[in-house]
């Protein structure tokens, strides 16, 4: 992984935010429309301090994740609830895999500037139970918010693949492709899918300069694909200097692994 992945990769520390849910978030029986209006009313509480006090930031933003991580771990019916109203208003970022269990709530924590830094609970079904876990990444995975899990079932197993996208300037930005399953009632974070020349890996990342592809009208931009039918991973090409071509890198699911298929050399568009 780059040099400038690994010097972006600051998160808070989930393992202390967790310690903090405090007898509020116990005391009382919550409904997921319950839950969703006291998200929104905490989110609406870091916005004033963004360009003032950071003591105040750094207090409702704590406080903000210390709550959704609070409600997650406790309600088990938030992974079937939409929170429409939570994503229409970009106080977080939800994506729910196609068969439904397994999502992914990402939310910007607010204390970067243009370098921005999210933080990731993991929310998932297995049997009849709804587990969830935050990850302390280690130091070489970037922060990133995620934006779509695609569904692969092989080998008597579903994956997962999840899109990540990072934020790491106003003009360095980055997208990846992230492979999760679930096993034993745990979720499998490391699983190596996809064989490229170095090996077999768990993500495939990437950097891109976001001006060369500022154009495009969706957000976040989608540049890494999935065909779900052909079973085929798409990665752009990216010049040194950061510019995204319109041609890709073509990894193709052979029954065991996504493997490499083709490289194109002319433009796909």
């Not at 709804?130 to 970037?142: G, I, N, W």
Request: with cysteine; proline share 4%; net charge positive.
């Amino acid at each position: 992984m780059s040099t400038r992945l690994k010097k972006f990769s600051q998160r808070l520390p989930i393992t202390i935010l967790l310690s903090l849910v405090g007898s509020s978030v116990s005391a009382q029986t919550m409904t997921p429309q319950k839950i969703e209006r006291e998200l929104i009313q905490t989110s609406s509480k870091i916005f004033p301090f963004y360009y003032g006090n950071q003591d105040s930031l750094e207090f409702y933003s704590s406080a903000f994740t210390k709550k959704i991580i609070g409600y997650i771990n406790k309600y088990p019916s938030t992974l079937a609830y939409p929170f429409q109203t939570i994503i229409d208003s970009n106080v977080c970022n939800i994506t729910t895999s196609p068969d439904g269990l397994f999502r992914i709530y990402s939310w910007d924590t607010w204390l970067g500037g243009s370098m921005r830094f999210f933080n990731n609970i993991f929310q998932y079904k297995s049997g009849n139970t709804v587990y969830s876990k935050t990850f302390d990444l280690e130091e070489d995975y970037p922060s990133v918010f995620f934006s779509k899990i695609y569904t692969l079932k092989a080998n008597n197993k579903t994956y997962y693949l999840a899109i990540g996208n990072g934020i790491y300037s106003n003009k360095d930005a980055g997208q990846s492709i992230k492979v999760f399953t679930i096993q034993n009632n745990r979720l499998n974070d490391t699983i190596k899918l996809i064989k490229t020349k170095s090996g077999l890996v768990n993500s495939i990342d990437l950097e891109f300069d976001f001006f060369s592809v500022a154009d495009r009208p969706e957000r976040p931009v989608k540049l890494i694909k999935y065909d779900a039918n052909k079973k085929i991973i798409y990665i752009p090409i990216v010049y040194e200097d950061g510019k995204v071509t319109g041609r890709f890198i073509l990894y193709q699911f052979k029954g065991q692994y996504f493997e490499h298929i083709l490289t194109q050399k002319k433009s796909s568009n």
